[in-house]
């Protein structure tokens, strides 16, 4: 089922693409997540977040923007806000996400084509209205046999995180066979507990 948001922005409500996610960094400030690098296309080419200024609403400008991947790149985010981790004060943004991404890419590669499976997990960006979208650095709960099962295509294991959040100094990222801890800062590991399947 195709659900189509809308957002209050200075007054007015914007109707949002189905799939996209928004978040207000400011009231003038809004980042959107969407399952389209080419927004022009209907076609899902990967994950493309941007950060528009929408000082005025019916011209908005893109002031910063990111491409995540290729065809077949997923995230919870597209699906449930609540996946989302954003704190303004603290200049982060980071959610859970699929990545596939396909090899030697030319104007020959078919748009229909998807990517191999290479990336589950959480990145995690210092978002500013200097710098834009910094990439902290990328967690997974998989290891490198994880990876090596998988093969090309994505299957779903109880290792996907597939929610993150922060408490004083440690960001978690939490999947339902673990919950990780990570310096929030460095993101540098502190520890991680294993949950049984009968916990799970």
């Known amino acids: ?104 890419q030319s104007a020959a590669t078919p748009p229909w084509e998807y990517g191999r499976f290479v990336f589950q997990g959480a990145y995690v960006y210092d978002l500013s209205l200097d710098r834009g979208f910094v990439l902290k650095g990328k967690l997974t709960h998989r290891s490198g046999e994880d990876y090596l099962k998988a093969g090309q295509d994505w299957y779903y294991s109880d290792r996907d995180i597939n929610r993150i959040l922060f408490i004083k100094d440690n960001l978690y990222t939490l999947s339902d066979r673990m919950v990780q801890a990570n310096d929030l800062q460095s993101l540098t590991l502190r520890g991680s507990l294993t949950l049984s399947k009968r916990e799970v």
């Open 1 to 104: 089922r195709i659900r189509y948001f809308c957002a209050k922005v200075n007054g007015r409500v914007q109707a949002l693409e189905p799939g996209e996610t928004l978040t207000v960094l400011r009231g003038d400030i809004l980042t959107i997540l969407d399952p389209r690098t080419n927004l022009d296309s209907r076609d899902e080419q990967g994950m493309k977040v941007a950060l528009f200024d929408v000082t005025d609403v019916n011209n908005p400008v893109e002031k910063y923007a990111i491409r995540i991947g290729d065809r077949g790149t997923d995230s919870e985010v597209l699906h449930n806000h609540k996946a989302l981790l954003f704190d303004r004060e603290k200049n982060l943004l980071a959610f859970p996400i699929t990545v596939t991404e396909i090899k030697d």
